[in-house]
């Protein structure tokens, strides 16, 4: 298993912008795609988006345009810039490392304890 740690939520008014990092504890991180997962109060953790082992990249249709996942190897780290940020994208984001590439929060063993994201109207 991997060890992951979120950092970078807080914050923001309707409009504004954060990056959210997700650092890995391990030296195969080139062998993981890594996705983010939001849960608000009261709902089940929805994707968001992935990164795989090769740079390609996939969005839920709510932060298409607006969110940007990126994954730098050397620093064992993936981000996710979130701009044009919506009080609707409040929740706390995780991260989830795994060999597969998918939206299925089930298929992924490894996951950071999450960081608050709060956007206000």
């Known amino acids: 298993q991997v060890q992951l740690a979120e950092s970078g939520g807080g914050l923001v008014q309707a409009g504004g912008s954060l990056r959210l990092s997700c650092t890995a504890s391990t030296s195969s991180f080139t062998t993981y795609a890594v996705a983010w997962f939001r849960q608000a109060p009261g709902t089940g953790r929805e994707f968001v988006a992935i990164i795989n082992q090769y740079g390609g990249t996939l969005y839920e249709d709510s932060v298409q345009g607006r969110f940007t996942i990126s994954r730098e190897n050397l620093k064992s780290t993936v981000y996710l810039q979130m701009n044009n940020l919506k009080p609707e994208d409040t929740a706390v984001y995780y991260c989830?490392?795994?060999?597969?590439?998918?939206?299925?929060?089930?298929?992924?063993?490894?996951w950071g304890p999450g960081t608050q994201v709060t956007v206000s109207s």
């Open positions: 989830a490392a795994g060999p597969i590439t998918t939206q299925t929060s089930s298929h992924f063993h490894s």
